[in-house]
C-alpha cells in the first residue's frame, strides 16, 4: 500500500466550542456539590430551628423555604466564586494549547493545563479509535475522539474533546494507523 498522507498533519480544534463547554463541565462541577451541600446544611438548620421550638407550627413551610433558600444561596455564589478563582482562565488554557497531529508513525497530542502534557503514541499502541458525545457536548456541539492504547493502566485511555469533524478525523486516524503501524 503506498502511503497518500502527509508525513506531518495538524488535526483541526474548535477552541471556541471546546472553552465554552469546558467552563460549563466546570461549573456544573462546583454548583451541584455545593448545591447539595447548602440542601443538607438547610435541612439540618431548619431541624434545629424545630427541635428548639423557635418557630410557631404554623410557619414551619416557610422556615423551611428560607433555611433551603438561604443556604442554597450561600453555597452557589461559593461554587460561583470558586469556579471564577479556580476554573474560568483554566478552560481557555487548555482550549488555546490542545493541538493534535501526526507525525510520521506517531500521533502527538499536546494540553497545558496546570501541567503540560506532550505525548507521543506510536500508531501500532494505538488498539482502536471511537467518538464519544454526552448531553453536555451535544449542546455545545462537539465530539471527543477517544483512542484506547496497550499499555493498559490509568493512561491507556487519550481523550480529546473538541476535535472539528470528528467522525472524519476519527476514519483519517484509523487509514493511517492502517498504512503506518509497522514504520
Not at 488555546?96 to 506510536?122: C, I, N, P, Y
Not at 471511537?130 to 457536548?137: E, F, H, I, N
Request: with cysteine; aromatic share 8%.
Amino acid at each position: 500500500m503506498s502511503d497518500k498522507y502527509p508525513s506531518t498533519l495538524a488535526i483541526e480544534i474548535d477552541r471556541t466550542r471546546l472553552r465554552n463547554y469546558l467552563r460549563a463541565r466546570w461549573l456544573l462541577s462546583w454548583v451541584l456539590p455545593l448545591s447539595f451541600c447548602g440542601i443538607l446544611f438547610g435541612l439540618v438548620r431548619s431541624g434545629k430551628a424545630l427541635e428548639h421550638g423557635v418557630v410557631p407550627r404554623d410557619d414551619i413551610v416557610l422556615l423551611i423555604v428560607r433555611c433551603f433558600g438561604a443556604t442554597v444561596g450561600i453555597s452557589l455564589l461559593v461554587a460561583v466564586l470558586l469556579y471564577l478563582i479556580f476554573s474560568h482562565r483554566l478552560a481557555s488554557r487548555i482550549a488555546a494549547s490542545l493541538e493534535v497531529s501526526v507525525e510520521g508513525a506517531f500521533l502527538r497530542v499536546r494540553q497545558h493545563s496546570l501541567v503540560l502534557t506532550d505525548r507521543k503514541l506510536h500508531f501500532r499502541s494505538i488498539v482502536d479509535y471511537a467518538t464519544t458525545q454526552d448531553c453536555l457536548m451535544r449542546y455545545f456541539g462537539i465530539h471527543a475522539l477517544c483512542m484506547t492504547t496497550t499499555g493498559g493502566g490509568q493512561n491507556a485511555n487519550v481523550i480529546v474533546p473538541g476535535v472539528k469533524d470528528c467522525l472524519g478525523v476519527r476514519d483519517l486516524l484509523a487509514d493511517i494507523d492502517q498504512l503506518r503501524e509497522n514504520q
